[in-house]
Nanobody, 124 residues
């Protein structure tokens, strides 16, 4: 499985961005793709995830109601629509995948695959 993340950038407080993660080699019914983020000086933290087959989603409390994760099976792509961005959302966002990902909570150590990061900067 290979993951390719993109879509980061600079945005003002209250703005929106959409991140994309293109996946190749998707397999298993419980395959899940999600996003983690890591701010400077902080540990990597879970943001959101989606089960590839069912579309079931899960979010961190800090982003629930502002971020939406979705997938396009035909394009093998997962999106993270981020609205109402805040300065504390500034981080490098990483796409990750789990072969058996239908559980919560997700921990970074449990992921089977990682994509590269994409930087999101929210200015105040």
């Amino acid at each position: 499985v290979q993951l390719q993340a993109s879509g980061g950038g600079l945005v003002q407080t209250g703005g929106s961005l959409t991140l994309s993660c293109v996946a190749s080699g998707v397999s298993t019914d419980d395959f899940a793709i999600g996003w983690f983020r890591q701010a400077p000086g902080k540990e990597r933290e879970f943001v959101a995830r989606i089960i590839w087959s069912s579309g079931s989603t899960s979010y961190a409390e800090s982003v629930r109601g502002r971020f939406t994760i979705s997938r396009d099976n035909a394009k093998n792509t997962v999106y993270l629509q981020m609205n109402g961005l805040k300065p504390e959302d500034t981080a490098v966002y990483y796409c990750a995948a789990a072969l058996q990902g239908d559980y919560d909570p997700w921990e970074s150590d449990d992921m089977d695959y990682w994509g590269g990061g994409t930087l999101v900067t929210v200015s105040s």
